[in-house]
């Protein structure tokens, strides 16, 4: 599985910016998918994750009811849309897959099989 994920770019705080994380290689119906950041100096924190069809949602309590994730199966993609951003929110955000099915265990790392590269976040105060 190959991940792309775009979007990222400088904003000031309260704006809002989409996330998009294409798939290219598996059936991309078939596995969770999941976003994590990394700030500076810090380890790579889980976002939020997004069931296979779509139906089951997980975030993390400091983005939760400010942040979206969405997929599109027929298009392959995964989307995080980032409303009310913090510089706190600021880092490189990364989308990963899960190739299993089952939705458990969503924000531990070590589930996810496959990374994109990433795409960086800067939120201005």
């Known amino acids: 599985v190959q991940l792309q994920a775009s979007g990222g770019g400088l904003v000031q705080a309260g704006d809002s910016l989409r996330l998009s994380c294409a798939a290219s290689?598996?059936?991309?119906?078939?596995?969770?998918m999941g976003w994590f950041r990394q700030a500076p100096g810090k380890e790579r924190e889980f976002v939020a994750a997004?069931?296979?069809?779509?139906?089951?949602?997980d975030y993390s309590d400091s983005v939760k009811g400010r942040f979206t994730i969405s997929r599109d199966n027929a298009k392959n993609t995964v989307a995080l849309q980032m409303n009310s951003l913090k510089p706190k929110d600021t880092a490189v955000y990364y989308c990963?897959?899960?190739?299993?099915?089952?939705?458990?265990?969503?924000?531990?790392?070590?589930?996810?099989?496959?990374w994109g590269q990433g795409t960086q976040v800067t939120v201005s105060s």
């Open positions: 997004v069931s296979w069809s779509g139906n089951r949602t």
């Open positions: 990963a897959a899960d190739l299993n099915p089952l939705f458990r265990g969503v924000q531990l790392r070590r589930i996810y099989n496959h």
């Open positions: 290689g598996r059936t991309f119906s078939g596995y969770v």
